[in-house]
């Protein structure tokens, strides 16, 4: 089974062991829905989730105060592939950019995705030394046939 990260927790919120989760897409209700996640590939019952501010607060099962809710910050939250939502035409998901050839408008390659890191600004593309975000500014188009990014980039 393929696990897709979607968010990750930033720590314990309140006093009954709930855990605040960042999700890479904010506004997913993919979250809100399951009653499954998975922490470090094992499965995690959701026994309540419910949106706060830029965050999402779960409660799972076991986790009944703010110190056993401490062991699990800074670790990605994840699904199974056939949870996520079917794509529109047109659509990808992040984290079928991994691996995808990246080059220049100019047509100099840059070379491939190496990860997608995400972060509250802009996701990033890594691609060998550079961080590229992507945005429109910088990504021009995307190709899932041709497995293409191009961008506008120069090194600084």
């Not at 979607?6 to 989760?21: F, H, M, N, R, S």
């Not at 019952?45 to 830029?54: D, P, T």
């Not at 408008?105 to 593309?125: C, F, I, K, Q, R």
Request: aromatic residues 8%.
């Amino acid at each position: 089974m393929q696990l897709i990260p979607i968010g990750k927790i930033g720590g314990a919120w309140g006093l009954k062991g709930e855990c605040k989760v960042f999700l890479y897409n904010p506004d997913s209700q993919l979250l809100l829905k399951t009653t499954t996640l998975y922490i470090s590939e094992k499965p995690v019952q959701v026994l309540s989730a419910r949106r706060h501010s830029q965050s999402v607060v779960v409660h799972f099962e076991g986790v009944t105060s703010p110190e056993s809710a401490k062991k699990f910050q800074g670790q990605e939250v994840s699904v199974p592939l056939s949870a996520l939502p079917k794509k529109k035409e047109g659509e990808l998901y992040l984290f079928e950019l991994v691996g995808m050839q990246v080059v220049r408008s100019t047509g100099e390659p840059l070379g491939l995705v190496e990860e997608v890191m995400h972060y509250g600004a802009s996701d990033l593309l890594s691609v060998g030394k550079h961080l590229i975000p992507y945005i429109p500014d910088f990504v021009l188009s995307v190709s899932e046939k041709d497995r293409k990014i191009i961008v506008e980039w120069e090194d600084v």
